[in-house]
Every structure is written in C-alpha cells, then in structure tokens.
C-alpha cells in the first residue's frame, strides 16, 4: 500500500462546476498536507498548505484535513478553463519538511 | 533571476552513457532538491541539500545516480550509465529554509530525460 493515494483520473467537468479532489493516507503522523498545481510541461507551484485538521480557503480553493480518516480534499469552486491542470496533494511530519510523500496526481480538464 | 531554472530543458541520449542535469535555484534559497517524475507517476525524492550540511542522499536510485551542489548554489545531477528505465522528468526545487513544516518548495520547469 502507499503511503498516499490519490485517483489520477483523468476528471473532466463543465465550466462553472464544483470540482472535489482527494487523497487519502496511511500515517497518523503527517501534519502538513499540501495541495500544488502542475500545467503541462511546467513544475508544480504550491495552491494551498494547511497544518493538522481544518479547512483553509483561498479565494475559489478550499483544502480541508480529516486527520480521523486521513483524507485530505481540495474543492474548486465556479471552476475555469484556466484551472485544468494536474493537481497533486503531498504531506510530510512536523519538523521534517525535507520529503515530501507525494500522490499520483489528478488530471483535470475543465471544459468552457 | 526570478525563478528556479534547469538545464537542459530536454535532453535525448543513448543508453550506457552519462549525463549532467543542471539547477539554478532561487538566490538565498538553502534548502534544494531533485525529484524524479516518470510518465504516470507522483515525484519521487531524490536527493536534498541544506546549506553546509551533509545532503540527504536517501533517495538516489542506485550508485549511478550522484548530485553536487556548490555551497548555496548551482547544483548538478548526474546520471552514470544510464538506462531506459531513467527516462523521466528530473525536477528540481529551492526553499529558504528546510526543517519549517509546510514551507514552500519553489520548482524549476524539469529537465525531460530520454535514453534510447
């Protein structure tokens, strides 16, 4: 099993949805999870990072934390064209921000 | 200048021989790492260096894989007899400081490797 899974899609949705992304993980002892955004022949650039539990949002994006299930989500409201990209969720422990554990990555494709 | 960058942005080789993979990081960023991203996969670590330290080589596939970095700067990866299975995006990162949890890694746009 890896430490982070995340459905790499491909996720295709019309101009204007609300856009759900995930990941689940198997250690309890994750305390930063962090949401980037990589375009196509581009490298990832940080969106969103949130530490333990809760919800931060961030203009259209918001990045919520379930440490009880060890899930993280990334929800895009009103999405845009503009927006289709691959989004990957990474987390690491407290005070050892070095490695960063990385899901898959999930294709999006929004549609105008 | 503004950003990470690497070099070359795409690099054709064939198998068994060596290759340079050159990073730039941001100016005063201490912190820098190298990721591996095969077609359909997630980044694999490679390798980090923090300032003076000692780096971080847990990563690195094999011994044909080494990486160098001159004291907060440029580093190299190479890549010794290389095989098709190292055909991959080598992606590059700095930060300004490793050991803060959550603090931001800023990528260069990747190297694409293919050996034939």
């Known amino acids: 099993q890896k430490e982070v899974e995340q459905d790499p899609g491909p996720l295709s949705v019309p101009e204007g949805a609300i856009v759900s992304l995930n990941c689940t993980y198997s250690?309890?002892?994750?305390?930063?999870f962090m949401w980037y955004r990589q375009y196509s022949r581009k490298g990832p650039e940080l969106l969103m990072y949130?530490?333990s539990s809760g919800n931060k949002e961030d203009g259209r994006f918001t990045a919520q934390v379930d440490k009880s299930s060890k899930y993280i989500s990334l929800f895009i409201r009103d999405s845009q064209p503009s927006d289709s990209a691959t989004y990957l969720c990474?987390?690491?422990?407290?005070?050892?921000?070095?490695?960063?554990?990385w899901g898959l990555g999930t294709s999006l494709a929004v549609n105008p | 200048g503004a950003g990470v960058s690497q070099s070359p942005s795409n690099k054709v080789t064939e198998k068994g021989k060596d290759v340079e993979l050159r990073c730039d990081p941001i100016?005063?960023?201490?912190?820098l790492y190298w990721y591996r991203q095969r077609l359909g996969q997630g980044l694999e670590f490679l390798i980090y260096f923090q300032g003076n330290s000692a780096p971080d080589k847990s990563g690195l596939p094999s011994d044909r894989f080494s990486a160098e970095r001159t004291g907060e700067s440029v580093s190299t990866l190479t890549i010794q007899r290389t095989q098709q299975e190292d055909s991959a995006v080598y992606l590059c990162?700095?930060?300004?400081?490793?050991?803060?949890?959550?603090?931001?890694?800023?990528f260069g746009p990747g190297t694409r490797l293919t050996v034939l």
């Open positions: 990474a987390m690491t422990l407290a005070g050892n921000n070095r490695k960063l554990i």
């Open positions: 949130t530490y």
């Open positions: 990162a700095s930060s300004l400081e490793a050991g803060l949890g959550g603090n931001e890694q800023f």
């Open positions: 100016s005063g960023h201490t912190a």
């Open positions: 250690n309890s002892a994750f305390q930063y």
